[in-house]
């Protein structure tokens, strides 16, 4: 405890200083294609939000900065619009070099920054501008083979020779309703799908899409900045609307001739995945039904258009979207499932049919990391001890048998595997570990580190390493029985015999777990200095789980989500040192909406809210998500009146709600908040606001942003929740 007393306390000012508290850490790592370099994203020292670009070689040697973003950066260049949305989509929050891309040959890294392209040379560290253009280039990438640069540039795919020449359109009507190469907004924000071209093996072909979104919507909102608003018409495919159509091309580079593949008659549907064989011989489309309860394997004949079906996967409820499909040299692939009840892996054939299964048993895979053939093993992430830890672990493709895990229990393991050999890079983190990355050998051994990270003298957060508090973790059981995970940490100092406030940190919604054995954010260790208690739950329909809880909230959502999060304010009851008079919760986005669904529960618990960017009515918000969950109004109209917000508002409590909004959200749009506040106000109940001018969902808020959003939180939780400063 004396430790304690005597280390530094955290400011709200240091947390969102330069640097950053947790330390160097390696983003957007990757292997070169022969495994002798690895090459990462840092961000600077005296910017947390710019990065550079970074490389270290396996043989050993200080990592050296391979491209810094400030001598790359143009001055007074304006993203544009179609690139600050496909920021957006992505959650990219940085400048600079905020993404690379390399040839499979080991010999170019592209590089865009800020709208122009760079390529780097590996064999003479040369660095060449590409493009000179006034319009961004966009979602560029270099052809396997190296021989070309490609991206899309006012709605067109152009190429590139890299070796010199000059640029070459593949197409050229495009236009912003009707598009060439483009990744859709419900491919990028729900599908997690960023691009809408594939470059063939040999680079002679190149698949890619056409987006018509003529017939989507025209959703007008007010895009609210600093010194003036303006009407964005956005084109927003919203519940139970158009969404556009998309085909699919395959194009000949050396002509530009086009072949129209075959997506079957019915157009109103999603084209989630692309991949090519190995061989380049055969195009292979997943393509998803638009109430998502069906998912077929499609193989295209490059060459006709013509296609057949390989496999189908149903699900009464909804079926998942990975990318975990892998193609084989001999023509088969392996295809994760969930009919078992857990996704698992399984290996087909070249007719699509299972071979047999790769894993099994109660527990999920998360995601395959690789594939290696020559070796006859395919290396996956899985939840396999726990939902709340990630290991990477290894099975083989020639015989049945138990996975091996290649790395160690007891946190967060996020993998990049080579091409070849089974070398990893690892970066692993747990409650009192910042984030560490290294290079492993096949066999999980480590190599050497890229960034070591410990949080020893030095580091960013040594001189608070000792009022650190680290969670505690545990299970209560949801009605249905099925355990609900929770984690609790208590401020610095903390005595059992004292009764302290709670703060519920939530999201709940599909997609997204809280509960995870990870380095925290530091902002959450203001809470704690504050005196607070913090504590979260997953709820029923959050991921790393059984398809049966995933799909419990099916037709429900924002039901079973709040039983589960009223379990567990039960159980914070019925420790003997909170404060039950004294709970509050906070979230954003279906956290916001989360919270304000608990404020306005009957007989609330909780006595204050902080709710950020809510969707409070899902008529509001995109087909893919909503649809998935909800069916549409159509459909399923009762769920939608009993999960609109409003219905239930005369519940709030006067003067505990707090509700904060980026005034240019172009994702939960703002008249989702502005509805709340007219139906508040309307009723005569008090409540306070937060919005922010020229901010969206995700992107463009700065560390004075954040640093403002949770200076405002801690004052209102202070004002009404009362706690007492840690010691």
């Known amino acids: 405890m004396a430790g304690v007393a005597h280390a530094e306390k955290l400011s709200p000012e240091r947390v969102y200083a330069a640097p950053d508290l947790s330390g160097p850490r390696a983003r957007g790592v990757t292997l070169s294609p022969d495994g002798a370099m690895v090459t990462y994203l840092k961000a600077k020292a005296d910017d947390a939000r710019m990065t550079d670009l970074w490389a270290a070689d396996v043989a050993g040697g200080e990592p050296r900065l391979l491209l810094d973003a400030r001598d790359l950066m143009p001055e007074d260049r304006e993203l544009s619009e179609a690139e600050k949305s496909r920021r957006e989509r992505q959650g990219v929050q940085t400048r600079g ?118 017939g989507v919507d025209v959703v007008e909102r007010l895009d609210i900045g600093a010194t003036g608003a303006e009407i964005v018409k956005q084109r927003y495919p919203r519940v139970g609307r158009p969404n556009a159509v998309v085909d699919l091309y395959v194009a000949d580079v050396a002509t530009g001739a086009r072949v129209r593949i075959d997506l079957g008659a019915e157009t109103d549907i999603y084209l989630a995945r692309v991949d090519w ?30 296609t057949r079906v390989l ?6 409820h909804w079926v998942e979207l990975t990318y975990d499909f892998k193609p084989l040299t001999d023509g088969g692939f392996l295809w994760s499932s969930e009919q078992s009840g857990w996704r698992h892996l399984h290996l087909h054939g070249p007719d699509g049919k299972r071979v047999r299964p790769l894993t099994s048993g109660a527990w999920p895979v998360d995601a ?19 939902p709340i830890e990630r290991r990477l672990y290894e099975a083989s493709l020639r015989t049945p048998g138990e996975p091996h895990p290649l790395t160690a229990a007891g946190g967060w393991w996020t993998v990049k595997m080579a091409k070849a050999g089974g070398a990893f890079v690892g970066a692993y983190e747990d409650p009192a570990t910042p984030p560490r990355t290294g290079l492993y ?152 909406y989360m919270s304000l669904l608990l404020m306005t529960a009957e007989n609330s618990p909780y006595a204050a809210t902080v709710a950020g960017a809510p969707p409070t009515e899902w008529t509001l918000y995109d087909t893919h998500y909503t649809e998935r969950y909800m069916g549409t109004p159509a459909t399923d109209p009762a769920s939608y009146a009993d999960s609109d917000v409003l219905n239930r508002v005369g519940r709030l409590k006067p003067g505990s709600l707090m509700l904060m909004h980026g005034m240019a959200d172009d994702n939960v749009t703002f008249d989702n908040s502005t509805r709340l506040m007219a139906a508040l106000q309307a009723q005569g109940t008090p409540f306070e606001t937060m919005m922010y001018p020229g901010l969206r969902h995700r992107a463009g808020w700065t560390q004075a942003h954040l640093l403002h959003r949770t200076r405002m939180t801690l004052d209102f939780f202070a004002r009404k929740l009362t706690p007492t400063a840690a010691e």
Request: charged share 25%; net charge negative; glycine share 10%.
């Open 311 to 316: 496999l189908t996967e149903t699900s009464p």
């Open 97 to 214: 070099v905020v993404a690379y891309d390399w040839d499979e040959e080991g010999r170019f890294i592209l590089v865009p920054v800020e709208g122009d392209l760079w390529l780097y040379t590996v064999a003479d560290g040369q660095v060449a501008r590409l493009t000179h253009s006034a319009t961004d280039e966009i979602d560029a990438k270099v052809s396997p083979k190296g021989a070309f640069v490609s991206f899309i540039r006012d709605d067109n795919l152009f190429v590139l020779p890299s070796q010199g020449g000059a640029e070459r359109a593949l197409t050229t009507d495009g236009s912003e309703l009707r598009s060439w190469g483009t990744a859709d907004y419900i491919a990028q924000e729900e599908m997690d799908r960023q691009t809408g071209y594939w470059w063939s093996p040999d680079e002679t072909r190149i698949a890619l899409t056409h987006v018509d979104q003529t």
């Open 368 to 386: 395959v990391a690789g594939v290696d053939e020559a070796r006859g093993v395919v290396t996956f992430t899985a939840f396999k001890d726990s």
């Open 277 to 306: 064989a190995k061989d380049g011989k055969t195009l292979y489309v997943q393509r998803q039904s638009r109430d998502q309860r069906r998912l077929d394997l499609l193989a295209a004949d490059p060459a006709t258009g013509e």
């Open 441 to 592: 050998r096949a066999d999980g051994t480590l190599v050497r580190w890229i960034e070591a990270n410990g949080l020893a003298e030095g580091h960013p957060y040594a001189p608070y390493a000792a009022r650190l508090r680290t969670p505690t973790y545990g299970t209560i059981k949801a009605e249905d029985g099925q355990d609900l995970w929770w984690s609790l940490r208590t401020p610095p100092g903390f005595d059992p015999a004292k009764r302290y406030p709670v703060i519920v940190q939530v999201y709940g919604g599909p997609g997204s777990a809280t509960v995870r054995r990870i380095w925290q954010n530091p902002a959450d260790q203001l809470y704690l200095e504050a005196g607070y208690i913090l504590f979260s739950l997953d709820n029923r329909g959050t991921p790393h789980r059984s398809v049966a809880f995933k799909t419990a909230i099916d037709r429900r959502l924002g039901q079973l989500e709040v039983a589960d999060q009223m379990a567990g304010v039960g159980y914070l009851k019925s420790l003997p040192y909170v404060d039950p008079a004294r709970i509050g919760v906070t979230g954003w986005s279906y956290g916001g």
